[in-house]
C-alpha cells in the first residue's frame, strides 16, 4: 500500500470545528507538534464529481496565492482514499471565541489592533482579486490571543476584474451577509466583505447589540443568526436606522470610517485598499507592538 499522507501528521485528537461542506481535525505528532487538517465531506446529492473537484480545488488554489502575516496559510493538500484533505498550522482560538464566546471581554486596545490586522489582511486579498465572502468572528483565528489569521476561503472566488466582479445568491452568514446578498440580483463581492469586516468591529466593541434582540425578531432579523429569516430582509430606511443605532455603541473616532463601511447601499461603501488610509486605522498600533510593552 502507498505511505499515507496523514500518518506524516501524527494522530487525531478531537474535532476542532465542523461545517456544511469539511470538517477540521486537532492532528498531534509524539513529539507534540500540531496540525489542523481540513477533511472535504465528500460531494453532495445532484453535484457533479467536475464541479466538486472543481469546488474543492478552487479553495486550494485561492489558498495558495494568497500570501500575507493576516491569512493562514495551507501547508500540503493532497486526496487519500478517495478524500481531499488540506493541512494548516494548528491554532485553536477563534475571534468568537476571544471576543463573545467565553464571558471575556477584549480590551478596547485588543479590539483596535485585532481590527487593524483584520483589515490589513482583507485589503491584501482585495488587492489579489480574492473576495472572501464569508467574514465573521468564527473564520478569524488568534495565535499568541491577538495575532490574526484569517481562514476558511471555501466560498471565496477570484476575479481578473475587480471592477467587474458579481456574484449571486446568499453568501456569508448573518449579520456578517449585507442586504444585497438578500436580493436576488446578482451583486459586487468586495463591499459585501467590507460590510462584514465593519460588523465585526461592532460585534468586539458591543457584543450584545443587536445581534439577539428578543422581541424585534422581524426587525433585527439580518443581524442575528440564531433568528429565522423571514420572507424579505429590512427595507433601506429600516436598516440604515438600525446601523444608526449600532454605532451610537462604538468609539465616536471609529464612527467615521465604520459608518462608510455599513453604508447601506453598496455603491457608498468605503473600499477596503480606501480604509487602509483612513486617518484612525493608520494610528492603530499593531498587537505585538501593544504585547511588547506590556513586558
Known sequence: MPPSNLAQYGAIQRIQASGATATVYYYQLPNGTSYAVKQFRGKRKGVSEEAYIASVHNEIAIAARLHHPQLLKIL???LENGTWYTVMPYVPTTLFDRGMGNGTVLTRDEVDCIFRQIVDGVAYSHDQGVAHLDIKLNNILLENETDVRIIDFGQSQFFDNAKEARVQGRFGTP???PLEAY???AYDPFPADVWGVGIIYCQLIAPNVPWNMAGHADKF????PSVPQGPSPPDMIQLQATVEMVLNHIPMRARPLIWSML???ASHRISMRDAL???W???LRRCELNLASHN
Open 76 to 78: 500540503d493538500c493532497f
Open 277 to 279: 488610509s483612513d486617518e
Open 175 to 177: 449579520p456578517n451577509a
Open 183 to 185: 436580493q436576488a440580483s
Open 263 to 265: 453604508q447601506p447601499n
Open 221 to 224: 432579523a439580518m443581524f442575528s
Open 281 to 283: 486605522i493608520r494610528s
